[in-house]
């Protein structure tokens, strides 16, 4: 069992038709979505974690380029340098995936789950000592 996430971009005039429904159900897999919008000019913009077998996530993933799909993978490493946080707690009521959450409730300890990460950066500029660092 493989898992990858992608970085999807859907054009207006595909954002009504069940491209996903059809992957998953073609290419037996399962699913998270990370995230997904709508942008103004109507595009439609979606973060996935596909799971199931390497072979069909990848013949997945050319199904969704032969949809018209953008596909990208989530390239970007979210890394929280503990040596500078001052567990000041201020990422974690941004964090929209929890990734960043609250891991002692009397310490007030504050815990990275990366598999959660949708490498979204909202965290990055309200950190104050700057301990939160993208990685390419
Ligand atoms: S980049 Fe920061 S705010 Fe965005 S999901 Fe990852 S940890 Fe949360
Ligand atoms: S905002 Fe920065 S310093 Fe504060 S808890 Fe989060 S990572 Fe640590």
Redesign the pocket.
Known sequence: MAAKKIVLNFPKEKIDKPIVARLIKDHDLSFNIMKASITPDQEGHMVLELIGDAPEIEKGIRFLKEQGVKVEPLAKD?RVNWGKCTQCGA?VS????S??YVKDRQTMEVA?DTDK???????IRPCPPRA?EVHF
């Open positions: 979210i990422c941004i964090c929209p995936t990734a960043l990275f990460c949708i490498a979204c950066e909202l965290c939160i």
